[in-house]
């Protein structure tokens, strides 16, 4: 589909939209339902000319994006583990973990070795992340105490129309599938 097609439906669909929001409130008062909301501006502006869009994004462009979505600290990262008994979490990842001579776990902790060598976050460790080998995290907060994004947790049952919003792209959300909870990333 050229650009100018997509251009023209994506602005006869915001079009549309603002039609039905407009006689949804009307109704609404014509049966003396009170609506009170703050009257949104244009929160999205029509592109001129959309970006071109890849047809197929490659494993660089995957890990370039991922990287960026959820951008954290570069110097360690968390591995997520599981126990023979079903017990879980995520660790920072150490390059002597169960190294003869240099891990002594479960007798020392981690945070108590003299040994703990943290690793780096690289491209590689994202690419094992995406094709399954194992399940990373990442420390948003900075060293410096800033971060590039939040992730908040919700019940299930409270974040119905959220998971719409991420479902259907209408909102600036991105959604990942968590174990336990309706998690977004914002």
């Known amino acids: 589909m050229p650009k100018s097609d997509q251009l023209l439906k994506v602005q006869n669909e915001l079009k549309r939209l603002g039609e039905e929001n407009a006689r949804l409130k009307a109704l609404l008062a014509q049966h003396g339902i009170a609506w009170d909301g703050p009257i949104a501006p244009d929160l999205v502006a029509v592109p ?12 660089e462009d995957k890990i370039v994006l991922f990287r960026r979505l959820f951008r954290g600290r570069e ?6 583990w599981e126990s ?6 995520y660790a920072p990842v150490c390059g002597n973990e169960w190294k003869p001579g240099m891990c002594c776990k479960p007798k020392v902790k981690c945070g108590d070795c003299a040994h703990r060598l943290l690793l780096p976050l690289t491209n590689q460790v994202f690419y094992d992340h995406l094709a ?3 399940t990373i995290g990442v420390y948003p907060l900075l060293q ?9 947790d919700f019940e299930r049952q409270r974040c119905t129309r959220l998971d719409f919003l991420c479902r259907t792209g209408s909102g600036p959300l991105s959604q990942a599938a ?9």
């Open 178 to 186: 968590w174990r336990r909870a309706c998690q977004l990333h914002l």
């Open 84 to 89: 023979a008994k079903g017990a879980s979490g």
């Open 48 to 59: 001129k000319e959309l970006a071109p869009v890849p047809p197929q994004f490659t494993i």
């Open 144 to 152: 410096d105490d800033t971060c590039f994004f939040l992730a908040v």
């Open 75 to 80: 110097d360690v990262f968390p591995r997520r």
């Open 132 to 134: 399954g080998q194992h």
